[in-house]
C-alpha cells in the first residue's frame, strides 16, 4: 500500500464492539460464560497489536446499559471478571504505557468496583503510548440523556444560556468527546447497538463474521489496510 495514503488517512482512534464471545463458546462446546474470558484475553492481544500499528485510542464496548438485563449467574460472572482485570493488568498496563479511561455509568457498579476503576485509572494516568477507554454500563443514548441533563440543569442555574448550546458545548458534557475514525464490530451483526451515537457520526465501519475471541491479527490488519483505502467525505 502507498505510504503517502496511509499517511494521509490516519488511523488515530480505533473502536470495537466485540461481539460474539457465547456464539464462540458454544460453537467449540465449552461453557458460554467462558466465552466471556476468551474474549478478555483477546483483548489484551488486540491492544498490542494497536500500539504496533500507532493507534493512539482503543475505545471497547465491555458492558453495555442494557446487559445488565441478562441472566444474574451472567452479570455475576462478568462483574468478577472485571474486578480481575481491574486488579491484575495493571502492572501490564503500566509497563506497556497504557493509560486507562472507564466511559459509562460507573455509579451501578458495586463500590468496591467503583474503587477499583478510580485506581487503575489514577494509577495509568500518565501513560501516554496508547489511551484504552473500556465502555462500561455504557450506552449512546444514556450518555446524551445525561449531557442533556447537565446542560439544562447549568441553565437553570444561569450559567448558561440557550444560545450557548452547540455541538461543541454538548460534546464537553459527554462520557467521551474523542471521535473514533474506524469502528470494527465483530460476530455478523451490522449495526452500532447504541455504541458512540455522537461520536461515531462520520466513523467509517468495518463487519466481520467472525466471532470476537477467533478475531486474529491478520484480520485486524485487514480492516486496518481497508480503512487506510476508504475516502473520508464528512458530507462533501
Not at 81 to 104: M, P, Q, S
Request: hydrophobic letters at 35%; a neutral charge; proline letters at 2%.
Amino acid at each position: 500500500m502507498p505510504r503517502e495514503l496511509i499517511q494521509n488517512n490516519i488511523l488515530r482512534h480505533l473502536a470495537i464492539i466485540m461481539d460474539g464471545n457465547r456464539r464462540w463458546a458454544r460453537l467449540h462446546f465449552i461453557e458460554a460464560l467462558e466465552g466471556h474470558r476468551r474474549g478478555y484475553n483477546k483483548l489484551i492481544e488486540v491492544i498490542r497489536w494497536c500500539v504496533q500499528e500507532n493507534i493512539q485510542v482503543l475505545t471497547v464496548y465491555a458492558f453495555s446499559s442494557e446487559n445488565w438485563n441478562r441472566k444474574p449467574e451472567e452479570v455475576q460472572y462478568l462483574m468478577d471478571l472485571l474486578r480481575e482485570a481491574l486488579k491484575d493488568e495493571k502492572d501490564e498496563f503500566n509497563e506497556n504505557e497504557v493509560r486507562v479511561r472507564i466511559i459509562g455509568e460507573k455509579d451501578r457498579f458495586a463500590k468496591d468496583i467503583q474503587d477499583l476503576i478510580s485506581q487503575i485509572e489514577h494509577r495509568t494516568s500518565q501513560n501516554t503510548k496508547i489511551t484504552l477507554q473500556l465502555a462500561l454500563s455504557y450506552g449512546g443514548r444514556p450518555e446524551l440523556a445525561r449531557a442533556m441533563q447537565k446542560i439544562a440543569e447549568a441553565v437553570e442555574n444561569k450559567e448558561l444560556f440557550s444560545a450557548d448550546i452547540t455541538e461543541e458545548l454538548i460534546e464537553k458534557y459527554l462520557w467521551s468527546n474523542d471521535r473514533p475514525d474506524l469502528i470494527i464490530r465483530t460476530g455478523g451483526e451490522k449495526r452500532l447497538s447504541n455504541f458512540l451515537l455522537w461520536q461515531g457520526a462520520y466513523s467509517e465501519l468495518y463487519f466481520t463474521k467472525t466471532f470476537w475471541p477467533s478475531f486474529s491479527q491478520k484480520e485486524f490488519k485487514k480492516a486496518v489496510e481497508e480503512y487506510h483505502r476508504r475516502q473520508r467525505r464528512y458530507g462533501t
